[in-house]
């Protein structure tokens, strides 16, 4: 009579190990370097992709800290057309048909108008509306503008002021008049730099048995701000 054999024991996919090699153990230096290698890839990973945000958001922390010592020297440029007969009149009717007070962006055509004139692209933009001018806001980063039609004399307006670039990487850092886009830019770059600090954190741990200036390090950056918030922030 043959001998009995046991059948085959199902291993989780973790632990199977390939031909010839034993399965790292839960627990064990194979299984903790391993954990350390993810931790690692996910740790550089995430600082590259932070790098270039990090380095403009602590600079410009720098320069808004520091805002009124630095001199900022406003250059304003004005441009002025003159509208058609044909786009004046159709920016008077819908005017009239909008109503006073009515916020709505400029038809395509005087969008182009806009853009072959002035050079100045407003997109879909809503402008204000009345019976006299229509009006349209156009802030940036670093600056301001504005674009006036008057109904009443054709004329056409546009005036930008540049703050300088100081001002605008400033507005980047805290997402002024900077768009959808950037705003998830912000958001992406926040995650990503919670994921570094929490990777880093735990990198630290790893290390700390045989790293004893990790704690105390670790605990004087987290103690610091909370004893000047305390002390001296009311």
Known sequence: MPAYVPPPV???????????????????????????????????????????????????????????????????????????????????????????????????????????????????RPAEWSADEVYLALPRPGGDAWLRFDLQTAEAEYELTERGWIAWANDLHKGRNSGTAWSWFIDLFAVACVLFSLTGLLILQAHAANRPAVWPVTGLGLALPLLLIILFIH
């Open 10 to 124: 199902d291993l989780p996919a973790a632990d199977v190990a390939p031909a010839g090699r034993a399965a790292p153990v839960r627990g064990s230096p194979a299984r903790r370097a391993q954990w350390l290698k993810t931790l690692h890839q996910w740790h550089w990973i995430s600082s590259a992709l932070c790098l270039a945000g990090m380095l403009l958001f602590a600079v410009t922390g720098i320069t808004l800290n520091h805002s009124g010592a630095i001199e900022a020297r406003p250059q304003t440029t004005a441009r002025q057309a003159v509208l058609p007969d044909v786009l004046l009149a159709a920016l008077q009717a819908q005017a009239a048909e909008l109503g006073e007070g009515a916020e709505a962006a400029l038809p395509a055509a005087a969008r182009q108008w806009v853009v072959a004139e002035l050079a100045v692209r407003v997109g879909a």
